[in-house]
T-cell receptor, first 111, second 112 residues
Framework: QKEVEQNSGPLSVPEGAIASLNCTYS??????FFWYRQYSGKSPELIMS????GDKEDGRFTAQLNKASQYVSLLIRDSQPSDSATYLC???????????FGSGTRLLVRP | KAGVTQTPRYLIKTRGQQVTLSCSPI?????VSWYQQTPGQGLQFLFE???????NKGNFPGRFSGRQFSNSRSEMNVSTLELGDSALYLC???????????FGPGTRLTVT
């Protein structure tokens, strides 16, 4: 079992729709969770961090965390073609200073 | 505030050679982490430094090493390069290491 799992996609949504990206993790003691966006040929860009159960909203982005289910998700409202990228879920295992990344979900927003 | 910088941006090396990559973190950040990204393996953790001390190391052979200087700048070295070392090497900085990490633009290494 991979430590952080994501559906590789591509996830295709029409412009203006809500894109829902999901991630599961294996270490139940993990406390810190992050979503990064990576455009082709570029480095990952931090878009959301979440540490507590529930929802965290920032503009068009909402991160959701359910520690009991070991599940993190990212919702992108009013998706735009410029949101087309690979979205990486990252988890900080307990007692460590590293991030474990999922393989990423490729999102395509159709105009 | 300036972001994370990495030099060089691109490198082409021959098998058996060694290479040194450099990273300057965001001002005030004392933790620097290094990652390798390849199409097949994704983003994998190499090591993390804080105040010149390596606190975590990933599952990479001893050919991969690093260090951090007193100004928090960091270097990583790969000796006896192999074809499989071709990858994007990313440096990330953070305040403490366990929080939000911000990536530099990366160094694209090609081994021929």
């Amino acid at each position: 079992q991979k430590e952080v799992e994501q559906n590789s996609g591509p996830l295709s949504v029409p412009e203006g729709a809500i894109a829902s990206l999901n991630c599961t993790y294996s270490d139940r003691g993990s406390q810190s969770f992050f979503w990064y966006r990576q455009y082709s040929g570029k480095s990952p860009e931090l878009i959301m961090s979440i540490y507590s159960n529930g929802d965290k909203e920032d503009g068009r982005f909402t991160a959701q965390l359910n520690k009991a289910s070991q599940y993190v998700s990212l919702l992108i409202r009013d998706s735009q073609p410029s949101d087309s990228a690979t979205y990486l879920c990252a988890v900080n295992p307990p007692g460590s200073y590293k991030l474990i990344f999922g393989s990423g979900t490729r999102l395509l927003v159709r105009p | 505030k300036a972001g994370v910088t990495q030099t060089p941006r691109y490198l082409i090396k021959t098998r058996g050679q060694q290479v040194t990559l450099s990273c300057s973190p965001i001002s005030g950040h004392r933790s620097v982490s290094w990652y390798q990204q390849t199409p097949g393996q994704g983003l994998q953790f190499l090591f993390e430094y804080f105040s010149e001390t390596q606190r975590n190391k990933g599952n990479f052979p001893g050919r991969f090493s690093g260090r951090q200087f007193s100004n928090s700048r960091s270097e990583m070295n790969v000796s006896t390069l192999e074809l499989g070392d071709s990858a994007l090497y990313l440096c990330a900085s953070s305040l403490s290491g366990s929080g939000e990490q911000y990536f530099g633009p990366g160094t694209r290494l090609t081994v021929t």
